[in-house]
């Protein structure tokens, strides 16, 4: 004879058996090395808002040190007007990228959550990374031109202090 809890034991046994209950893990696998995204198609798979703006903060970190590198013979030679110059195209650097960059963040961030409200059922992380990589990028991009802003200004600045004294 069947007890209560030996049919309870065997409802829950089956009921845990059954596929809506016991979900086998997933098996994860690596996407092949041709499909994987890449900084550069994160670049080109940007809006062009985006695009523009990136391409100003990788002209703000290339343009930083080549500044930095044409001001320097000019402390010797105390050219002020151009040392003032090659600062200030230093300073807009140092004080705009960071900004910028988050600016291309927050733009393609929003973007993204119009996106995800406008669709049913809500999107898998897997399709939503691209754009979190594009946002990413576009931070990564803006501290880089504002950090390499920084360091070649002081440097530049101390140049002066040490020429001047």
Not at 94 to 121: K, Q
Request: proline content about 6%.
């Amino acid at each position: 004879m069947w007890t209560k809890s030996t049919l309870l034991t065997l409802a829950a046994a089956t009921l845990a058996a059954s596929p809506a209950f016991a979900q086998p893990a997933p098996a994860y696998t690596l996407v092949p090395v041709a499909e994987r995204l890449s900084f550069g198609d994160v670049f080109a798979n940007a809006g062009a808002p985006v695009q523009a703006m990136m391409t100003l903060l990788i002209l703000g970190a290339v343009a930083s040190p080549a500044v930095w590198a044409l001001a320097l013979p000019q402390v010797g030679r105390a050219d002020a007007k151009g040392l003032a110059r090659s600062l200030g195209w230093l300073r807009i650097v140092r004080s705009a990228a960071a900004l910028l960059g988050f600016f291309a963040a927050s733009y393609t961030l929003l973007a993204m959550f119009l996106g995800i409200a406008n669709t049913r059922p809500a999107p898998s992380l897997t399709l939503l990374a691209p754009g979190f990589a594009e946002a990413t990028l576009a931070i990564m991009l803006g501290l880089l031109a504002a950090t390499i802003a920084v360091i070649a200004e002081r440097h530049l600045e101390a140049r002066v202090r040490r020429a001047a004294a």
